[in-house]
């Protein structure tokens, strides 16, 4: 018997529609120099199809991609909705990528378009030459256009304001099959090359609807979610296509997201959600203990991308703000797994043991654990495996480029389809991940594995630590060994034997580092991630002053 429910695509022309409707009084608030500028929903529905009218005066077709390089702002959630809303292909691009990684995703994507902030042109000018494909960048917001003079001939440069304006504020949005391309994003490599992954349209709108469940983030017309996360970043985690569902205004920092401005922001605009990587909270917290700000509003902050440090969490509870933790990847979308605490935790003691777990699957999520023979390991809380994972917005291949076929490489993909992350944890009975570390950074230590987070975790809860990273290193007895890297807190007396002894109280007594480091800083991924890779590179190469302790 066949369903005799109406088959109406799913598509992410149709968020907008409603957005700027039902919601239309919603808002965008852009931070900028002069101060937050506001659009109205309905104001974004309308300028997005003056974009789409402009982009097509452009010679762009369905199926094209066009490249986005742009702070998170009203008008990139103008190019969110009407590049793909029009059966093109919204490419975010990550305006911190080094350069040369940069070119490579825009040649392999192939854009022919690019909508630039003003103020990145100074990293798009000297790249131009080197991508061929793209015949038009569309400038938006300030900053100094003069950059662009000579750059790459062939190349026509337009105004956002000046191509949109007087064009209909109206589209007839096609009717694309839902399992279309909608948008396009790469990794951000951590651990290898950027990756493609395409969205469909499908995809973008179960996640939207799973982003606004309860158990999500739950957001509603009432909320006001201060987006920090960058928009090249897994889409901000989905949340300018999830808050169109529901009518939650959006703030939106631009290129402001230093920790004072970040506190400006949610003093005088009195966000009730945030969303951000870790390391942005914590540079934010230090500003708020040296400078108290009211950020009452503040209630729900949702962190993920790496390892939400417990002592962090404690911190921001403490000031009113509860944090919510999540795991994620671009290839889910990113939302695989959220933190809340389930009905039968009693107690603030096992609400908080849920709490700093990577969270719980919803329903469009199924996971399963690997272990290191392929064998099937139960939800038992005990048992680490590498996780998998499937669903309708999980990534089942990667983009093969132009004419090119979808990659399923067998380190990424199983060979029965499902997604395997490359992060090792377990799995309460109860379906809540708890993620020990990245298979490319356990510490194979004796045939035993030392979770790096969990020694980061202990450092950090430490008084005078403010960032730690810990890497594997090779040693001749053990195989492998922790490093522990330490930045220390401005003003600190702390010595490293002060720290080990502070470790070994927190910790078994094998996994205990012999090898300390201090650091300046911690180096960051083009997402504010640890950058592990370079900091492996950096002892490899004898630059770290390693000080042993027995
Ligand atoms: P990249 O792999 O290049 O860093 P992603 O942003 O897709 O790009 O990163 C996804 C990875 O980030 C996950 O596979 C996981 O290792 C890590 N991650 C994301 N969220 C969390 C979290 N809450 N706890 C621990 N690790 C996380």
């Not at 378009?113 to 131009?128: C, E, F, H, R």
């Not at 400078?291 to 902050?301: A, E, F, G, I, Y």
């Not at 990534?395 to 389809?417: L, V």
Request: include cysteine; charged fraction near 20%.
């Amino acid at each position: 018997m066949q369903g005799t429910m109406q088959d109406v695509p799913l598509l992410i022309s149709r968020i907008l529609v409603h957005g700027s409707t039902v919601h239309g009084r919603s808002t965008v608030t852009t931070w900028t120099d002069e101060g937050p500028v506001r659009r109205t929903y309905a104001e974004t529905g309308a300028r997005s199809a003056q974009l789409a009218h402009a982009l097509r005066g452009l010679g762009v077709a369905e199926g094209d991609p066009v490249g986005t390089l742009m702070w998170n702002n009203g008008d990139h959630v103008e190019a969110y909705f009407a590049i793909p809303s029009m059966g093109a292909v919204l490419h975010t691009l990550n305006l911190r990528l080094p350069a040369t990684q940069l070119a490579f995703i825009v040649n392999h994507a192939a854009d022919r378009v690019i909508i630039a902030s003003g103020t990145v042109l100074p990293l798009l000018a000297p790249l131009l030459p080197k991508l061929p494909s793209v015949e038009h960048v569309v400038v938006s917001g300030p900053g100094d256009r003069s950059v662009l003079a000579g750059a790459g001939s062939g190349v026509r440069v337009h105004e956002y304001e000046e191509l949109i304006a007087g064009r209909p504020t109206a589209y007839e949005w096609p009717e694309l099959d839902e399992r279309a391309a909608a948008a396009l994003c790469y990794t951000s490599g951590t651990t290898g090359d950027p990756k493609g992954v395409v969205y469909s349209h499908r995809s973008v709108y179960l996640h939207s609807m799973q982003v606004n469940m309860a158990q999500s983030m739950g957001l509603t017309d009432h909320d006001t979610s201060l987006v920090v996360v960058p928009q090249f970043h897994v889409n901000a985690w989905g949340l300018p296509h999830a808050t169109f569902m529901t009518g939650v205004n959006l703030l939106m920092p631009d290129r402001f997201l230093q920790p004072a401005p970040l506190a400006e922001m949610i003093e005088t605009e009195r966000p009730t959600h945030a969303a951000a990587v870790p390391t942005i909270w914590q540079g934010l917290l230090t500003e708020l203990t040296a400078r108290p700000r009211d950020v009452s509003s503040l209630t729900q902050v949702t962190i993920g991308g790496a390892a939400c440090p417990p002592a962090l969490m404690e911190a921001f509870d403490a000031l009113g703000m509860r944090v919510c933790h999540a795991w994620g990847m671009t290839e889910t979308s990113p939302l695989g797994t959220v933190a809340r605490p389930p009905a039968q935790a009693r107690g603030a003691e096992e609400e908080w043991a849920y709490r700093v777990t990577q969270g719980r699957f919803p329903a469009g999520v199924e996971a399963r654990l690997t272990g290191p023979d392929g064998e099937r390991l139960p939800w038992d809380g005990k048992s680490a495996g590498e996780l998998e994972v499937r669903g309708p917005w999980i990534a089942g291949a990667y983009y093969g480029g132009a004419g090119g076929e979808p990659q399923r490489p067998a380190d990424k993909f199983s060979e029965d389809g499902w997604l395997r992350t490359g992060d090792v944890g377990l799995i309460s009975p109860d379906g809540f991940l708890t993620l020990t570390d990245r298979a490319k950074d356990v510490v194979k230590s004796g045939g035993e594995w030392i979770s790096s987070v969990a020694l980061e975790n202990e450092l950090m809860a430490h008084p005078e630590v403010a960032e730690a990273a810990v890497i594997a290193v090779p040693d001749e007895k053990w195989g492998e060994r922790p490093l522990a890297t330490v930045v220390l807190k401005e003003g600190a007396s702390a010595g490293l034997p002060e720290l080990r002894a502070f470790l070994a109280g927190r910790i078994a007594k094998w996994q205990l580092p012999e090898r300390w480091t201090v650091i300046e800083s911690v180096p960051k991924t083009s997402v504010g991630k640890f950058d592990k890779k370079v900091l492996r590179a950096r002892y490899a190469e004898g630059e770290l002053d390693v000080t042993r302790l027995q």
